[in-house]
């Protein structure tokens, strides 16, 4: 089985700056895409970014571009995501997501237990 531990979250005023981090452990084949997802209270689960790890593709919410980079450390199966000129709009849990191959299973996918962001003056 697959953990994605997450670490980063907390509050911060508008214009301020928060990078999480989310570490996949456990019996890792190879992992396909990693980013992050979020979910702010009465809204869906939405995209904010994600990476595939053999290409370095990137995929961004519009909401986030120019703002938001996310990077990874294939080595040590982690993803980044560095949020800076927060916004109110951007308060929400974020989850850190996968898609694996698993030996056995094929593609799997896997969410974090989720951080939350508070950006409030």
């Known amino acids: 089985h697959v953990h994605l531990v997450e670490s980063g979250g907390g509050s911060v005023q508008p214009g301020g700056s928060l990078r999480l981090s989310c570490l996949a452990s456990?019996?890792?084949?190879?992992?396909?895409?990693m980013g992050w997802y979020r979910q702010a209270p009465g809204k869906e689960r939405e995209l904010v970014a994600a990476i595939f790890d053999a290409s370095g593709k990137i995929n961004y919410a519009d909401s986030v571009k120019a703002r938001f980079t996310v990077s990874r450390d294939s080595a040590k199966n982690t993803v980044f995501l560095q949020m800076n000129s927060l916004e109110p709009e951007d308060a929400a849990v974020y989850y850190c997501?996968?898609?694996?191959?698993?030996?056995?299973?094929?593609?799997?996918?896997?969410w974090g237990q989720g951080t939350q962001v508070t950006v409030t003056s």
């Open positions: 456990g019996t890792i084949y190879v992992i396909v895409r």
């Open positions: 997501y996968s898609l694996i191959i698993d030996r056995d299973l094929g593609p799997v996918e896997y």
